[in-house]
């Protein structure tokens, strides 16, 4: 090791360390900023391998400092046919993405995921106002077999009818998070209570429009073992509902109304 480290042109990527140094390389892009990842895709070949794989397990599209969010995730949606990267998109983030006269979202964006994201366990599509049934445009039998995690809060048009098409494809989900979706009245909770055997956390804040059919619904579909439940500003949940809650969700642990 020393003569090693005595020598005038010394690489520690071409000795034999370099495995355990390329073992170590991404537990430290966590730490980094993206400008320094990016810096590091110039070192070697192994390296940038190793930065691109991180970077496409959650791509991020507001670290762009010369195009918007917009423009840097439709360019992402219609690079995903043409990339062999697809399969370690394991993290999406879909938030506060603003839409102009001119410029809109990819119309089939969920569509793309679906086919070309299929080692997905998380997405996150927050705010998003033209997200509904027009982006589901989806003719054949679909599936998301690793996503755990979904949130569509606070995208407006999700309806009853979006969420029971979601839940026929996601049945792993083990956590939901369904925030301030006004037309939300509790059909799409009670498909996600019947198809998604794990499901652990949901999350209806401010579902102004919910009613006792989806309380109901969690509340005896035997096969969840929720944990949690969050049904803060539900105005429409009657002492109905509290108590099939009360009576069949034994394991809950917390219970949020306010």
Known sequence: YQLIHNRQHYNPFRTALHNKLYAVIPLVFPYLSYRDIYRCLVVNHNISNLCTDYLW???????????????????FIQSLPKKNKQNTVKRLRIVDIEEGLYERIEPNFFQWIVNYCPQLESLTINNIESFSMRSLRIQNIWYLQELTYLDLSGCVQVTDEV???????????????LDRLPKHTGRGLAKFADTCDALKSISVQNNTSLSDEGIAAIAKFGK???????????????KSGFESIAKWNV????LSLS
């Open 251 to 254: 394991l809950l642990t917390r």
């Open 163 to 177: 969420l029971i098409k979601i839940a026929c494809g996601c049945h792993a989900l083990i956590e939901i998070k």
């Open 224 to 238: 969840i073992k929720l944990r949690e439940l969050d049904l803060t500003g539900c105005q429409k949940i009657t």
């Open 57 to 75: 397990e959650e791509p991020k599209f507001d670290q762009s400092s010369i195009h918007d969010t917009l423009y840097v995730f439709n360019k």
